[in-house]
């Protein structure tokens, strides 16, 4: 289970890793099964722990987590933003039961359950050359500097959109925030390109943007539910699923009233 290193102490090994997992599952199983006992099933109780891509996560999350503690007062959410790859490796040790993500490189022992679908769209600034265009064509934008959200995976999936069409974008500048990549657009250092619709067209110092739609068969990002394979769930989370599932129409519908830039997959 462990492996010893000289002066440094221990650390676990691949199947160290596995057994601290399988313990975890089977503790949390223990105290659901005691809560679930005590309620004789008539409740859902406890402490659920998410992660969240962070692109997504501010806008829909914390409507559903009000709405699901409403629900189930016995229950608590703990909801963190994460990239990517994170994620996946917050996953994978056990940190969180569930995570909301895209389909970004999801390894093979993480189920991925998708929910909704996002094209890929352009974002620019009201007095760019292309704004007034109710479409258009990556290869028109690629003629022009890109501000790049540089975040792992991320910037891949953006560059593989363009690798598909044999293309070479002008990765201008880069940003680390949506803030930050928002402002530099708005204010004419580039366009960019997003996934998660805009809540609204303004960058945080005011100026403002306009998204267009994407022509091309470009790869959307699927969002939906991921979990270790092998793990069942706790009571807690496959209720949260279900809430999502159910209200997942309803809150992207009142937070993203264009519908060009999603559908349900559910």
Same mark, same amino acid.
């Given at each position: 289970?462990?492996?010893?290193?000289?002066?440094?102490?221990?650390?676990?090994?691949?199947? +160290?890793?596995?057994?601290?997992?399988?313990?975890?599952?089977?503790?949390?199983?223990? %105290? !659901?099964? !005691? =809560?679930?006992?005590?309620?004789?099933?008539?409740?859902?109780? +406890?402490?659920?722990?998410?992660?969240?891509?962070? $692109?997504?996560?501010?806008?829909?999350?914390?409507?559903?987590?009000?709405?699901?503690?409403?629900?189930?007062?016995?229950?608590?959410?703990?909801?963190?933003?994460?990239?990517?790859?994170?994620?996946?490796?917050?996953?994978?040790? +056990?940190?969180?039961?569930?995570?909301? $993500?895209?389909?970004?490189?999801?390894?093979?022992?993480?189920?991925?359950?998708?929910?909704?679908?996002?094209?890929?769209?352009?974002?620019?600034?009201?007095?760019?050359?292309?704004?007034?265009?109710?479409?258009?064509?990556?290869?028109?934008?690629?003629?022009?500097?890109?501000?790049?959200?540089?975040?792992?995976? $991320?910037?891949?999936?953006?560059?593989?959109?363009?690798?598909?069409?044999?293309? %070479?974008?002008?990765?201008?500048?880069?940003?680390?925030?949506?803030?930050?990549?928002?402002?530099?657009?708005?204010?004419?250092?580039?366009?960019?390109?997003?996934? &998660?619709?805009?809540?609204?067209?303004?960058?945080?110092?005011?100026?403002?943007?306009?998204?267009?739609?994407?022509? !091309?068969?470009?790869?959307?990002?699927?969002?939906?539910?991921?979990?270790?394979?092998?793990?069942?769930? $706790?009571?807690? &989370?496959? &209720?949260?699923?279900?809430?999502?599932?159910? =209200?997942?129409? %309803?809150?992207?519908?009142?937070?993203?009233?264009?519908?060009?830039?999603?559908?349900?997959?559910?």
């Amino acid at each position: 289970l462990f492996a010893r290193h000289h002066a440094q102490g221990l650390s676990l090994t691949p199947a +160290g890793r596995q057994f601290i997992l399988k313990a975890k599952q089977l503790l949390n199983d223990a %105290e !659901g099964l !005691g =809560r679930y006992a005590n309620t004789l099933g008539e409740d859902i109780a +406890g402490t659920l722990r998410i992660v969240g891509f962070p $692109t997504f996560t501010p806008m829909l999350l914390p409507s559903l987590m009000k709405k699901f503690i409403e629900t189930y007062p016995e229950a608590s959410i703990q909801c963190d933003e994460s990239h990517q790859k994170d994620i996946i490796q917050s996953l994978v040790d +056990g940190r969180y039961e569930l995570a909301l $993500t895209y389909d970004l490189q999801i390894p093979s022992d993480i189920e991925f359950e998708p929910i909704m679908e996002f094209p890929v769209y352009a974002v620019l600034a009201q007095d760019h050359p292309l704004a007034d265009r109710v479409e258009l064509d990556l290869k028109e934008l690629a003629e022009y500097p890109m501000v790049l959200l540089d975040w792992p995976m $991320t910037r891949d999936y953006f560059f593989s959109l363009f690798l598909s069409q044999d293309l %070479e974008p002008d990765f201008a500048y880069r940003a680390q925030s949506l803030g930050m990549v928002r402002g530099l657009v708005s204010n004419g250092f580039g366009y960019t390109l997003f996934n &998660a619709p805009l809540v609204n067209n303004k960058a945080l110092d005011g100026s403002e943007l306009k998204a267009i739609p994407l022509t !091309g068969n470009l790869r959307p990002l699927r969002l939906g539910v991921a979990k270790i394979s092998q793990f069942r769930l $706790t009571p807690v &989370a496959e &209720a949260f699923i279900k809430l999502l599932k159910e =209200r997942a129409a %309803e809150l992207t519908a009142s937070v993203f009233p264009d519908k060009r830039f999603y559908r349900h997959l559910k």
